[in-house]
């Protein structure tokens, strides 16, 4: 499903903290914190900006570019917090060697937390750039979730990631196609099974594709005739 401006502004208003906002926490139910979740709605709106730009023109790109680094500043400065405080707790490797991983539930949610911000900075790079793979910044971010999704220890733990998942397979190179597949294999879920039935679209459908503006998640959940929330 799209979500309109409208809703991005009923969503945010809703996780601002009381007594403006109430008390629903993403990071409980999603595992996306919220500094993330209110820049995805942020994203949402900017590209819904950008499309009623370009139909009224001309569009301000000096205007789009600072609407985009507002977004993207909140994104790096969380991430990079969230990366700092991983590393104060030592390393992947070597919690998995003492064990102490799963008993680590914070770890865990930070690691949620790079993953779906990392994804968000891609969706950006989309809407900014346009959907092209090749790109710096979509795949320097792609080849980092990879990075990330390979250290996940718990599958549990990807029933909370459909949504990143999706934007990064859908943006991802050829040469990663392996490794999105393999997730269905490795990790059987029935979302995770409706993201690599669009991840494997949006690929087929960029083979094709004369388009300047790319394709992305949202041509594949056309093609596909599925309206899923978040996408």
């Given at each position: ?21 109430s ?12 500094w ?177 503006r ?15 929330l978040?996408?």
């Amino acid at each position: 499903m799209n979500i309109s401006s409208k809703d991005c502004e009923n969503y945010t208003a809703i996780l601002q903290p009381p007594p403006t906002g109430s008390r629903i926490n993403p990071d409980s139910i999603v595992g996306c914190p919220n500094w993330v979740a209110t820049s995805i709605l942020a994203i949402y709106s900017l590209r819904d900006w950008k499309a009623q730009a370009e139909l009224t023109g001309p569009l301000s790109v000096w205007e789009l570019s600072e609407k985009a680094s507002t977004i993207r500043r909140t994104l790096k400065a969380g991430l990079e917090e969230t990366i700092q405080a991983m590393e104060g707790r030592g390393s992947v490797e070597s919690l998995l060697q003492s064990g102490n991983l799963g008993d680590d539930p914070q770890y865990e949610k930070q690691l949620l937390a790079v993953v779906f911000a990392r994804s968000a900075l891609i969706l950006l790079n989309v809407v900014v750039s346009g959907a092209h793979p090749s790109l710096g910044e979509i795949e320097q971010e792609v080849v980092a979730i990879i990075g990330t999704l390979k250290s996940i220890p718990d599958p549990p733990l990807m029933r909370f990631l459909a949504w990143p998942i999706c934007i990064t397979g859908c943006m991802a190179l050829e040469e990663h196609y392996s490794f999105f597949t393999g997730l269905q294999q490795q990790f059987e879920t029935p979302a995770l099974g409706n993201v690599i039935k669009v991840i494997r679209r949006c690929w087929s459908l960029r083979e094709l594709n004369t388009s300047p503006r790319g394709i992305d998640w949202s041509d594949a959940l056309s093609s596909l005739r599925l309206n899923l929330l978040f996408f």
